[in-house]
């Protein structure tokens, strides 16, 4: 499956952005997606991540009640929409696939297959 995100930006903090990731390929809906980031000199870590049908989420805690993660199969698009951005949350944020498509959502970089290009999220404080 290949992966394109978009919809990064420079936004100021408490801001809003929304990240979309279009994919193509094989079947959409066979995969759990997920949002990964990386801030410069630092490790690329989990952020959020759905599984196959939209129905069981999993959130890294600094994103907890302020990111929200969702898919549309029938667009074969999965979203990130991050609210009350704060400078810590600036860094290249990519979307991921998993077969592992059950529950519980996978969330080690390890168990993600498919990567897209990163798409730059910069929040000025």
């Known amino acids: 499956v290949q992966l394109q995100a978009y919809g990064g930006g420079l936004v100021q903090a408490g801001g809003s952005l929304r990240l979309s990731c279009a994919a193509s390929?094989?079947?959409?809906?066979?995969?759990?997606l997920g949002w990964f980031r990386q801030a410069p000199g630092k490790e690329r870590e989990f952020v959020a991540g759905v599984n196959w049908n939209g129905g069981s989420t999993a959130y890294a805690d600094s994103v907890k009640g302020r990111f929200t993660i969702s898919r549309d199969n029938a667009k074969n698009t999965v979203y990130l929409q991050m609210n009350s951005l704060k400078p810590e949350d600036t860094a290249v944020y990519y979307c991921?696939?998993?077969?592992?498509?059950?529950?519980?959502?996978?969330?080690?970089?390890?168990?993600?297959?498919?990567w897209g290009q990163g798409t730059l999220v910069t929040v000025s404080s």
């Open positions: 991921a696939a998993s077969a592992n498509w059950g529950t519980p959502v996978v969330v080690y970089r390890a168990q993600y297959h498919y």
């Open positions: 390929g094989r079947p959409f809906s066979r995969y759990t």
